[in-house]
């Protein structure tokens, strides 16, 4: 199973929205509506942020919102802030029941 | 508020074993799915495999050849072993519950544990 791609990097300046493209196949993205989002600042453990396209977990800023379209997952930061600066994984269940990762997405709050 | 600690080695050898014990607490194993996530120094995540606890695993087919997961549910403890290391394998390992059920998702994520292999 191949890697989900993702760009490598994204930036914005506070305040701004942006977005955070995740490209898969009909195998895995395109199959299933359960893929998650999760961030991990540097040297700290990932967080899941929205998981079955979505949905947030408890806790979870309503600024983080996620959205699919045929193979094509999103992740949209609205009002970016400082603290959102962090790497970007999102992951998909497979029709193979296996789950595949994205290569990561850096956030840059400029 | 469910808790998952790795613990093992933190250097292998070439050509040996590596071998991680995740041990879960403030929940019962008999539930859920159980997962490992590995991540090389400075790269992303990779997903290994998950293990149901009745014994039936999951494997990422890239690496299935050598690994095994195995759960322990006496001791609400889940366990890896990869065959064969190379340095490829060095990397921080984390175990993670994933729930599957209607939804799916891996949370929480134990700390991480560095392991190395180099002789």
């Known amino acids: 199973q191949s890697a989900l791609t993702q760009p490598a990097s994204v930036s914005g300046s506070p305040g701004q929205a942006i977005t955070i493209s995740c490209t898969g196949t009909s195998s895995d993205v395109g199959s299933y509506d359960h893929v998650s989002w999760y961030q991990q600042h540097p040297g700290k453990v990932p967080k899941v942020m929205i998981y079955d396209v979505n949905e947030r977990p408890s806790g979870v800023s309503t600024r983080f919102s996620g959205s699919k379209s045929g193979n094509t997952a999103s992740l949209t930061i609205s009002g970016l802030q400082a603290e959102d600066e962090a790497d970007y994984y999102c992951s998909s269940y497979t029709t193979s029941s296996t789950q595949v990762f994205g290569g990561g997405t850096k956030l840059t709050v400029l | ?119």
């Open chain 2, 1 to 119: 508020q469910v808790q998952l600690q790795e613990s093992g080695p933190g250097l292998v050898k070439p050509s040996e074993t590596l071998s991680l014990t995740c041990t879960v607490s403030d929940d019962s194993i008999s539930n859920y799915y159980w997962s490992w996530i590995r991540q090389p120094p400075g790269r992303g995540l990779e997903w290994i495999g998950y293990i149901h606890y009745t014994g039936g695993a999951i494997y990422n087919p890239s690496l299935k050849s050598r690994l095994t997961i195995s759960v322990d549910t006496s001791r609400n403890l889940f366990s890896l072993k990869v065959r064969s290391v190379t340095a490829a394998d060095t990397a921080v390992y984390y175990c993670a519950r994933f729930v599957w059920s209607m939804s799916k998702r891996f949370d929480p994520w134990g700390q991480g544990i560095l392991v190395t292999v180099s002789s």
